[in-house]
RNA sequence: GCCCGCCUGGCGGAAUGGUAGACGCACCGGACUUAAAAUCCGGAGUCCUGUAGGGCGUGCCGGUUCGAGUCCGGCGGCGGGCACCA
């Protein structure tokens, strides 16, 4: 990539983003344009701008510029909309990253995450982001996670907090609990060996008690995205079944029957065998006496514990051998198997098997040559022919096959089938949800300490507020796998504050969801001595805009609301939801690139050539271009904001991430484009040096007719880009930013029309204004270059445009013959339905195939078009 | 596997059910220059053809409608999430 000269030449003056970023940054500052109080007394009304706080990695990524500059746009749009802004900063410090340099590179997780915070702060900085940087804090400070330990207690002393047994994926030879992404093909990251499952006691937040609220409040959710509403509702997953049990023939260790959760009460008739979880009670008597059957269940605990690997694995099973008798049918007995793909967290960890209408059932019954009997007839099916093959029917259709069921839907079969059972004394009717308590144990020293202390008599003991926060020892160390909290020689042992007896302090931390879960509430009063201040929080909450990454859909979103409510219960907050409007920005994409070795290339070792052929940039050997996708360090992909911003300036990364596509879909970060971009901002900088010295003075009377054409495409672009903005299509307010640049280069080449120096200035003051939210250090150059002296773009109102340039003083109507486009008409705006289609039939082309033929219909949309429906 | 999205010129994309391709990138032509770069001006979905007119065209197949990129059903490809990555 070749080095963008910036000197100023003498025939071509330039912008210079070097001098001019550090200087409006340090202006801004020094003005406290971004400060607010937490309670403010202004007056005027607030808004709270959040964007997903950065994990402190060690270098911001454009997946950070892409989240904070949208931030940033709509924080200065709103300020300028006379809005009271909170726009707040800080780090998401704790988690496993740190733990892992301090076991690969002997570095302390505090000095390496404290070390990565002040470099990323520096690179933040850069980009020229409205933040009010006093409210800054990290979530491994003890102010933070010290108010972090009282909301812990808030919720413990509300019942919000419970102690659960649960599966943690634990790697025997480290004897260490692995995250998820540390399991790799069912081993351990590092050591290698094959993970297994552990049950492990652990603290659970009571997130289910809000099932049914949080569930309900999402309808009343119109800010967020439809789709990250429905990907919670599936989350949460209320669904209405059957429990019901199955009496086993004989008795397995004590047990007489079976429970199983079933949505499907309907097809009890298909059923073929009952499936138990390899972690059921039932399953675990069987592997105790038999061992094969604890071959199997030993098999099925190295799958581990994510749901993605067990549901895609090959389904297996084991033929226990029992059997359970049919609550309709009298005397037939069904088979009971253990099977990979059955999960204890969901339901009663059993389901019945009814192949015919499910689709793992069906994957499973012919596997072990399971018996398939369809029941639900589809509309129009022939009941004597319609069979299953590989793929169960799930669609609607009437109940067949099934005794006192037969010609019902299947939703009345359902309800018939439930009330047989409670008849029966059998089952009854449940509803049920996917949504399990929220296990925040983790067993890792880079965490907020767990503030209770075990009392092998009193049993759980707070830690009492005075001894608060429990914080976590420097001295540790990462020598051995397991917790270092656990391992340190003398911070666990306590006194306990009941009895004053030896006790042992929780080695477990929180899960780092729970840092998260509540910062933006923090953020209203950061130096509050409580976890908030409820007057702030009462004045800011909820934030009106939150923006963040799609990923976050579901968990994040989740924990947040269930701790709003949480904290609202315990007297913290009084509102409900987090964040009433919610934005999900796409991910940013790079192309990848693959030596002749087959290794990864960082996009600068490479020089694409002209007919898109690729080489190394050094070697000049032939470079494979891989496909676009999402940066990572892995493929080499990536490309590094700080350069990008050095060597263009902030202005330049903003405009183009702003520019290139819809911000919720996946941008490809390309050099040409960015080029492209910094081209720009030399380009309005020549407009506004050209417009020097035009004068302010009165509006003219008069305006030629280019002067007016001028000041019409300027109040479009006002009221375009307030719209634009209003609504997240930041690419479309940048289109329309390049029109009004066009037109002002146009007003240029006609500078004698009368009105046009006034038209011109005023085009190139609001150009400047309109891009401020998206470039203001060159918004901030170019206002003061054409008004001197006056406030700072950051301190002016947001424009407004003047309707009578805005509205149309003609309009173009698309003339269509059987919805075919034949020709177009200009008529005037108001223009009577008469006039318009007589104008239309009389087009030349039109009347041309309109000749002859007899009009049926003339439709006649006002201001859009005409269409004839001619007879056939 | 399950849940949720996305798919429009060479590329990124625009378009209240109403003229598909605004705007930008890349490309081509012109001006300026000794020349190049930069800059400025102009061109362009594609095919037939005479810059008039017409055919085709928004992943694929089908439907609703006077009219579908947009709504509905099915299919394909790509991506996000799946509870200990953040």
């Known amino acids: 990539m070749t080095e963008i000269q910036t000197e100023t030449a003498p025939d071509a003056p330039r912008y210079n983003f070097r001098a001019a970023e550090p200087r409006w940054q340090l202006e801004w500052d020094r003005h406290g344009c971004f400060h607010v109080e937490d309670l403010p007394t202004d007056g005027k009304p607030k808004y709270y701008v959040l964007e997903m706080f950065p994990y402190p990695s060690g270098k911001i990524h454009m997946g950070h510029v892409r989240n904070y500059t949208?931030?940033?746009?709509?924080?200065?749009?709103?300020?300028?909309?006379?809005?009271?802004?909170?726009?707040?900063?800080g780090w998401d410090a704790f988690g496993l990253p740190a733990e892992?340099?301090?076991?690969?590179?002997?570095?302390?997780?505090?000095?390496?995450t404290f070390e990565n915070i002040a470099n990323m702060r520096v690179e933040l900085q850069r980009m020229g982001l409205s933040l009010d940087w006093a409210r800054e804090f990290a979530t491994c400070e003890p102010g933070y996670y010290g108010q972090q330990q009282k909301l812990f207690l808030d919720f413990l002393a509300?019942?919000?907090?419970?102690r659960k047994e649960s599966w943690v994926n634990w790697d025997p030879v480290d004897g260490t609990v692995l995250a998820n992404e540390q399991v790799i093909d069912g081993r351990g990251w590092r050591s290698g060996a094959l993970v297994e499952k552990k049950l492990l006691s652990q603290w659970f937040f009571s997130i289910t008690k809000y099932a049914s609220d949080l569930l309900a409040a999402l309808d009343r959710m119109d800010r967020w995205p439809e789709r990250v509403r429905t990907m919670q509702k599936n989350w949460i997953g209320h669904s209405t079944g059957a429990q019901l049990h199955f009496p086993l023939v004989t008795p397995e260790a004590g047990i007489q029957q079976i429970e199983v959760y079933t949505t499907r009460p309907d097809t009890l008739f298909g059923m073929s065998f009952v499936?138990?979880?390899?972690?059921?009670?039932?399953?675990?008597?069987?592997a105790a006496r038999n061992p094969?059957?604890?071959?199997?269940?030993?098999?099925?605990?190295?799958?581990?514990t994510s749901e993605a690997v067990i549901e895609t694995a090959e389904k297996k099973g084991f033929d226990t051998g029992l059997r359970v008798a049919h609550p309709f049918l009298a005397g037939k007995t069904f088979p009971v198997w253990i099977a990979n793909f059955v999960l204890m967290e969901y339901g009663t960890g059993a389901i019945f098997g009814c192949p015919a209408h499910d689709q793992r059932d069906i994957e499973f019954a012919r596997k072990y040559g399971l018996e398939v009997t369809p029941v639900v007839l589809p509309p129009n099916g022939d009941p004597a022919s319609f069979a299953v093959g590989n793929d169960a029917y799930v669609g609607p259709g009437t109940i067949y096959q099934s005794g006192f069921l037969d010609g019902l839907d299947v939703s009345e079969a359902k309800a018939r089938a439930i009330a047989e059972l409670e008849k029966l004394g059998v089952g009854r009717g449940v509803t049920n949800w996917r949504l399990r308590d929220w296990g925040v144990s983790r067993q890792r020293y880079w965490g907020c300490p767990i503030p209770v202390i075990h009392c092998p008599a009193c049993g759980v003991q707070p830690v009492p507020a005075d001894q608060l926060p429990v914080v976590l020892p420097d001295d540790?160390?990462?020598?051995?796998?397991?917790?270092?909290?656990?391992?340190?020689?003398?911070?666990?042992?306590?006194?306990?504050?009941?009895?004053g007896a030896p006790a042992r302090r929780e080695t477990d931390t929180c899960d780092t969801f729970v840092d998260s879960s509540w910062y933006f509430a923090r953020f209203c009063s950061p130096q509050a001595s409580e976890p908030v201040n409820r007057a702030a929080a009462d004045h800011w909450l909820p934030v009106d805009q939150y923006i963040g990454g799609i990923e976050h859909a579901i968990l994040h979103l989740l924990y947040s609301r269930f701790f709003t409510r949480a904290m609202s219960a315990t007297g913290s907050l009084a509102v409900d939801e987090p964040f009433d409007g919610l934005f999900t920005q796409g991910m940013v994409t790079h192309a990848s690139f693959r030596g002749a070795d087959g290794r990864w290339l960082y996009p600068e070792e490479v020089d694409i050539r002209a007919d898109g052929s690729a080489v190394h940039r050094e070697t000049g050997e032939a470079v494979t271009v891989g496909r676009v996708e999402a940066m990572s360090k892995s493929k080499r992909n990536t490309v590094d904001p700080g350069e990008i911003i050095a060597r263009y300036g902030a202005d330049t990364a903003r405009w183009f991430i702003l520019s290139d596509n819809p911000p919720d879909r996946d941008i490809e970060w390309t050099e040409s484009g960015v080029a492209g971009a910094y081209r720009f901002t030399q380009r309005v900088y020549r407009l506004a040096e050209a417009g020097v010295g035009l004068t302010p003075g009165a509006e003219p009377d008069t305006f030629g007719p280019p002067a007016l054409a001028l000041r019409r495409t300027t109040h479009r672009a006002i009221a375009a880009l307030t719209e634009a903005l209003e609504s997240f299509a930041f690419n479309v307010a940048v289109a329309r930013l390049y029109e009004l640049a066009n037109a002002i280069a146009e007003g240029d080449r006609a500078a004698a029309e009368p009105g046009m120096a006034w038209a011109r200035l005023e085009a190139l003051s609001m150009l400047a204004r309109l891009a401020g939210p998206m470039m203001p250090h060159l918004a901030e150059e170019v206002h003061a270059l054409l008004h001197p002296g006056e406030p700072m773009v950051a301190n002016l109102p947001w424009p407004k445009a003047d309707p009578a340039l805005v509205a149309a003083d003609s309009v173009t109507i698309a003339v269509q013959v059987m919805g075919k486009l034949r020709g177009s008409v200009v008529v005037a705006p108001d223009a009577t339905a008469e006039t318009v289609i007589s104008a239309a039939e009389n087009e030349p082309n039109v009347a041309r195939l309109l000749a002859g033929k007899r009009v049926v219909k003339r439709i006649h949309v006002p201001g859009r078009i005409v269409n004839f429906v001619i007879a056939a």
């Not at 924080?75 to 300028?80: H, P, V």
């Not at 340099?101 to 997780?109: C, K, Q, W, Y």
């Not at 509300?158 to 419970?162: D, K, R, S, T, Y």
């Not at 499936?275 to 069987?286: D, T």
Request: net charge positive; with cysteine.
């Open 292 to 304: 094969q059957a604890a071959a199997f269940v030993a098999e099925c605990r190295q799958l581990g």
């Open 275 to 286: 499936a138990l979880a390899p972690e059921h009670p039932i399953a675990a008597a069987i």
């Open 476 to 499: 540790v160390t990462f020598d051995k796998p397991g917790n270092p909290l656990d391992h340190h020689p003398t911070w666990k042992h306590v006194a306990c504050p009941s009895c």
């Open 70 to 89: 949208l931030g940033d746009v709509v924080a200065r749009y709103k300020r300028a909309q006379g809005f009271s802004v909170l726009h707040p900063m």
């Open 100 to 112: 892992n340099a301090a076991r690969e590179r002997g570095v302390h997780p505090a000095k390496w």
């Open 158 to 162: 509300a019942g919000l907090v419970e």
